[in-house]
């Protein structure tokens, strides 16, 4: 039954599939991989929640294996259910620690990938940025560390792994994690170019002149309560970081990570005043390392074309 289910998906004939698999499930409904097996015909006919739904139950039979618990994360995210996915990857991460943050310290690529295409998809453009910034960033730090293993090598005169190196860096930026990144980042630029986002959107001007002196009135009120309560929240947030700040390294507390993080503020990256020069930093290496595919010089035409506007 899971071979003729699995010949059935690949032809896209989902109904035979599913009927085969589900015949396969009253027969044993306790082996994993066929709730795996349901999730993937429903993912490859597109409803990527039942697709996540299935995998769930499957996940929910065995709950040590890390490789369905990664599946079904994969599949909310695929079906934007963001917050479950996360709770479903906490149950592998450090303990009292916020899972993306972990992940991101892991360098789980996949992960932020998946999340970056979900807030893209969700329209929350700044989400969808930070995530594409943190998986740069993970290409630069991997660019840095080759510092140290150049004398490593020398070293140890690993002359073969040291090869390998030089010719990972080579092509590093062609890797397909940042390719999507890059592209989709550009994306995003190019969106934020034309719509621009601005941070005073909704608020209300207190100088109408079809404004009576009450309604005014009751303006200004409304302000100052809403200033007071943005300063008790910042406050409260102020406190909170400092609180984390405490528990980290001594290393991850100096001042340019403390400058990087007010950088790769959600809020901060949607109302850049040029989305244009931002795109050109992701488009650069593409040019350099990944000029074999036709997508980096369309990519290149269009943010050009815009820049000659």
Same mark, same amino acid.
């Given at each position: 039954?899971?071979k003729?289910?699995? /010949?059935?998906s690949?032809?896209?004939?989902?109904k035979?599939?599913? /009927?085969c698999?589900? &015949?396969?499930?009253?027969?044993?409904?306790?082996?994993?991989?066929?709730y795996?097996?349901?999730?993937?015909?429903y993912k490859?006919?597109g409803?990527y929640?039942?697709?996540?739904q299935?995998?769930n139950?499957?996940r929910l039979?065995d709950t040590? *294996?890390?490789y369905?618990?990664?599946?079904?994360a994969?599949?909310?995210?695929r079906?934007d259910?963001?917050e479950t996915?996360e709770e479903?990857c906490?149950?592998?991460t450090?303990e009292?620690?916020?899972?993306a943050e972990t992940l991101?310290?892991?360098? &789980?690529?996949?992960?932020?990938?998946?999340c970056a295409?979900?807030?893209?998809?969700?329209?929350?453009?700044?989400e969808?940025l930070?995530? &594409?910034?943190?998986?740069e960033?993970h290409f630069?730090?991997m660019?840095? *560390?080759?510092?140290?293993?150049?004398?490593?090598?020398?070293?140890k005169?690993?002359?073969?792994a040291?090869?390998?190196?030089?010719?990972l860096e080579?092509d590093?930026?062609?890797?397909?994690?940042?390719?999507?990144t890059?592209?989709?980042a550009?994306?995003?630029?190019?969106?934020l170019?034309?719509?621009?986002?601005?941070g005073?959107?909704?608020?209300?001007?207190?100088?109408g002149?079809?404004l009576? *002196?009450s309604?005014?009135?009751k303006?200004?009120?409304?302000?100052?309560?809403?200033?007071?309560?943005?300063?008790?929240?910042q406050?409260?947030?102020?406190?909170a970081a400092?609180?984390?700040?405490?528990k980290k390294?001594?290393?991850?507390t100096?001042?340019? *990570?403390?400058k990087e993080? /007010?950088?790769?503020?959600?809020?901060?990256?949607?109302?850049?005043s040029?989305?244009?020069?931002e795109?050109?930093?992701?488009l650069?290496?593409?040019?350099l390392m990944?000029?074999?595919r036709?997508?980096t010089?369309?990519?290149a035409?269009?943010?050009y074309?815009?820049?000659m506007?």
């Amino acid at each position: 039954q899971i071979k003729k289910a699995l /010949d059935y998906s690949f032809t896209h004939q989902i109904k035979k599939a599913l /009927d085969c698999v589900n &015949c396969a499930i009253e027969h044993t409904p306790t082996l994993v991989e066929l709730y795996m097996l349901k999730g993937k015909i429903y993912k490859r006919a597109g409803n990527y929640v039942l697709a996540a739904q299935w995998v769930n139950e499957g996940r929910l039979l065995d709950t040590a *294996d890390r490789y369905v618990n990664c599946l079904c994360a994969k599949y909310l995210l695929r079906s934007d259910q963001i917050e479950t996915a996360e709770e479903t990857c906490r149950k592998f991460t450090r303990e009292g620690m916020n899972a993306a943050e972990t992940l991101n310290e892991m360098q &789980c690529m996949w992960y932020q990938t998946e999340c970056a295409f979900s807030y893209s998809r969700q329209q929350r453009w700044g989400e969808a940025l930070k995530k &594409c910034h943190e998986i740069e960033k993970h290409f630069v730090d991997m660019t840095e *560390d080759q510092f140290d293993f150049h004398y490593y090598c020398m070293r140890k005169t690993t002359l073969r792994a040291y090869v390998g190196l030089l010719r990972l860096e080579d092509d590093l930026r062609s890797h397909p994690f940042y390719f999507k990144t890059a592209h989709l980042a550009i994306e995003i630029y190019l969106h934020l170019h034309e719509h621009p986002q601005s941070g005073n959107d909704g608020k209300a001007r207190l100088d109408g002149a079809d404004l009576t *002196d009450s309604e005014k009135k009751k303006l200004r009120n409304k302000e100052r309560k809403a200033k007071k309560k943005a300063a008790q929240l910042q406050q409260k947030e102020e406190a909170a970081a400092a609180a984390a700040a405490q528990k980290k390294d001594a290393a991850k507390t100096s001042e340019s *990570d403390k400058k990087e993080g /007010d950088a790769l503020r959600p809020e901060a990256l949607v109302q850049t005043s040029q989305p244009l020069e931002e795109a050109i930093k992701f488009l650069k290496p593409l040019q350099l390392m990944a000029s074999g595919r036709i997508e980096t010089h369309l990519l290149a035409y269009r943010i050009y074309s815009k820049k000659m506007q």
